[in-house]
């Protein structure tokens, strides 16, 4: 056996300075974050939709914090984007514009109001000696110079505004229209003296989401993230998701491919300590969407969805990185991937192996709670967002409450 046993699975914002402690061991871990990428089809917004616009998003850190800064992204851009202005503030909720005035601050980069991010890279801006408290809503704006390229994560499950012109310290926000996606707003990253981890939710759109409720934040991350908070021995334990709908271990799809985007996602998170991988599911399906194959193909495939995950723990331990890997759930009945016997049975092969001692550090086994028990190759009902692939509210609550908290001491 290896060191690690497998296993089961108000913000107070003040725009009054903050003296910061400096007799600390003080250090940056990110406290949210989402996948940033280049948008296509129906998440791909009409050209000049956000020109010489202000955008607010509204985000919740996981984790408590002394100061903060906030990570743009350009990552999907052939050009440099220009910001003209950002801020920050407490929001009013998860679902409304409104933030407290009292509390908005501008962010600089460099000591300047205006940014200009270069083609395919990220741009923290400078510190703000702002306190953020743990599952709180702050609210990020910032004013595009001209017309932005789209760089998103279109599965916000959350709903972002816009209108034209500079309304950084606007408070309301009045008349704004609204999508439910984030653009260019890569992480938000908090300083804390305290001890602190973070774990790095890497995986598709049951990681994402789909099936959650818009702006509910009740995804199954949310759901471990409200536990540690609520467990007086482990609020200093911060966990970002890293989920992309459509995202496959092997092949791009909505997003790139799992082993081409960990390093920027996963390993490059400040105070990252331990990666839960939930991914695979989408490399099952497409194997035979269009056409069904032979069984050596079936092996072959499954023999490669095992690399890369040799792979993904290969490269994180490297960084001295714990690696929780997550059983692929029941898709049979499924009218996108119309899964058979012999896509179980790639399943059931890949999941063998995730169970097996000495792969992953740890497993929490998401098959083992989210099957129906009559009917082990398709979801629970109940956990059942109706299309026998993606998990209810309820079904990613089961989710969050199966992984064990002292997986992460």
């Known amino acids: 056996m290896n060191r690690w046993s497998t296993l089961l699975l108000p913000l107070a914002l003040s725009a009054t300075p903050i003296a910061h402690a400096r007799d600390c061991s003080a250090g940056w871990v990110s406290a949210w974050a989402s996948s940033q990428f280049r948008p296509t089809g129906d998440a791909e917004l009409p050209s000049g939709t956000l020109r010489d616009q202000t955008l607010r998003q509204i985000v919740r850190p996981s984790v408590d914090g002394n100061r903060i800064r906030v990570r743009f992204s350009n990552v999907a851009g052939t050009r440099p984007l220009r910001i003209s202005g950002a801020s920050i503030a407490r929001a009013q909720s998860s679902g409304s514009p409104t933030i407290d005035a009292a509390t908005s601050m501008p962010l600089r980069f460099d000591g300047r109001a205006a940014v200009i991010i270069p083609a395919g890279a990220d741009y923290l801006s400078d510190p703000v000696d702002m306190p953020a ?32 012109g500079d309304h950084l310290s606007d408070a309301t926000m009045a008349g704004a229209a609204h999508f439910d996606h984030w653009f260019n707003l890569a992480a938000l990253e908090v300083e804390r003296c305290a001890p602190s981890r973070l774990i790095v939710a890497l995986g598709d759109s049951i990681t994402d989401g789909k099936g959650s409720t818009t702006n509910g934040n009740d995804r199954w991350t949310d759901v471990l993230a409200k536990r540690l908070q609520a467990d007086p021995q482990r609020p200093g334990i911060a966990i970002v998701n890293q989920g992309i709908g459509g995202n496959r271990l092997l092949n791009d799809g909505l997003g790139p491919n799992a082993l081409a985007r960990l390093d920027r996602d996963v390993l490059a998170q400040p105070g990252v300590t331990h990666l839960i991988v939930l991914e695979g599911i989408n490399d099952l399906g497409t194997l035979t969407l269009e056409a069904p194959v032979s069984q050596a193909e079936h092996d072959a495939h499954v023999a490669r969805i095992i690399g890369a995950y040799r792979q993904i723990i290969a490269r994180a331990h490297a960084k001295g990185i714990k690696v929780i890997g997550g059983t692929i759930m029941p898709f049979v009945g499924n009218g996108y991937y119309h899964a058979n016997r012999d896509n179980e049975a790639d399943r059931q092969a890949v999941n063998a192996w995730i169970r097996t001692p000495e792969h992953f550090d740890a497993v929490v086994d998401f098959d083992r709670v989210m099957r129906d028990p009559a009917k082990p190759e398709r979801l629970l009902p109940a956990y059942d967002d109706g299309d026998a692939l993606h998990p209810s509210p309820a079904g990613y609550r089961a989710m969050g409450d199966a992984i064990p908290l002292n997986l992460f001491d």
């Open 133 to 164: 408290k743990a599952l709180e809503t702050i609210a990020i704006s910032l004013h595009y110079d001209g017309e932005p390229e789209q760089t998103s994560h279109p599965g916000s499950r959350a709903t972002s505004w816009h209108m034209p």
